[in-house]
C-alpha cells in the first residue's frame, strides 16, 4: 500500500536541493508553516511544533526529521553541506523582508497551472496562492525578484484531486495564515481564480464567516464585513 503521506511531492521535491536549519518564516503575515509530507507543524510561536527541519533554500517547502529520513532515498535529495546544522542561523531570505505592519487584507487563490505571467498583472493585487506548476513556477520567481516583499505561496494539487477539492483544502489553509487569528487586521477579500462557484462547498463559506460570495468571469470573490 502507497505511504499516505505520498501526494505528488515529486512534482516539485524530486532532486531538491535542502538546507537542514531552525525554523524561518515564509513571510511576516503567518507564523507557521506544515511539513509537506505528514502536515506536521513548524513555528517559533506555537507551543508543541517543530522548531528546526528541512526546507528548500527559499524556505517555501519545510520537511520533518522523520519524513526527509523516509524519503530522502526516494527523492533523491541533496542537502546543502555549509547548512547541515545549522539550527540557529536565520539569514533573511528576501521573502522574509516584508513591510512592517503590512497585512493583505486581499488574498488570491489561483487554480490554473497555465497562470504564468499573469501573476505579474497589477490587478492580481494582495496575497497570492497559486498552484504549482511549471510554468507558474518560473513567474512566481520572477515575480519575487521585482518584488521580494510580495507575499506569494505555491501549493500542489494532490495526485487525482479535482480542483474543487483542491480549493475547499486550500482555502482552509489560507484562512489560517490571513485570518485575524494570524494577523491584525486579518484579510477581508478572497478572490478565486479557475473554480467556478457552483463548484466548491458551499458550507465553507458560512464556516470561515465569510458575508457574499458573488460569481466573477474567472471565478468568484468571496468577502466579510
Given amino acids: 500500500m502507497e505511504d499516505w503521506r505520498l501526494q505528488g511531492q515529486e512534482k516539485y521535491l524530486q532532486n531538491a536541493i535542502l538546507e537542514r536549519k531552525r ?3 515564509y513571510s511576516q503575515s503567518w507564523d507557521h508553516d506544515h511539513c509537506e509530507f505528514c502536515w506536521k507543524k513548524f513555528s517559533l510561536e506555537v507551543p508543541g511544533a517543530l522548531q528546526a527541519g528541512y526546507a528548500t ?3 517555501v517547502r519545510w520537511i520533518c526529521d522523520a519524513c526527509f529520513e523516509d524519503f530522502k532515498s526516494r527523492f533523491n ?3 546543502n553541506p555549509s547548512r547541515q546544522d545549522g539550527t540557529e542561523r536565520m539569514e533573511p531570505t528576501p521573502v522574509q523582508l516584508v513591510r512592517a505592519g503590512e497585512t493583505p487584507s486581499r488574498v488570491v487563490l489561483v487554480l490554473e497551472d497555465d497562470f504564468g505571467e499573469k501573476i505579474l498583472s497589477s490587478a492580481i493585487a494582495g496575497a497570492v496562492w497559486v498552484v504549482d506548476s511549471e510554468k507558474n513556477r518560473l513567474y512566481v520567481e ?3 525578484r521585482l518584488d521580494p516583499s510580495r507575499p506569494i ?3 500542489p494539487v494532490r495526485e ?3 480542483l474543487a ?3 475547499d483544502r486550500i482555502i482552509w489553509a489560507l484562512d489560517e ?3 485575524e487569528v494570524s494577523q491584525n487586521p486579518g484579510y477581508r477579500e478572497l478572490e478565486v481564480i479557475g473554480v467556478s462557484l457552483s463548484d466548491v462547498s458551499r458550507t465553507i463559506f458560512q464556516d470561515l464567516n465569510f458575508t457574499r460570495v458573488v460569481t466573477t468571469k474567472t471565478g468568484f470573490l468571496a468577502t466579510k464585513e
Fill in 23 to 25: 525554523y524561518q518564516r
Fill in 57 to 59: 533554500t527559499d524556505n
Fill in 77 to 79: 535529495w541533496t542537502v
Fill in 142 to 144: 520572477k515575480a519575487r
Fill in 153 to 155: 505561496t505555491r501549493f
Fill in 160 to 162: 487525482g484531486e479535482s
Fill in 165 to 167: 477539492s483542491a480549493c
Fill in 177 to 179: 495564515h490571513h485570518s
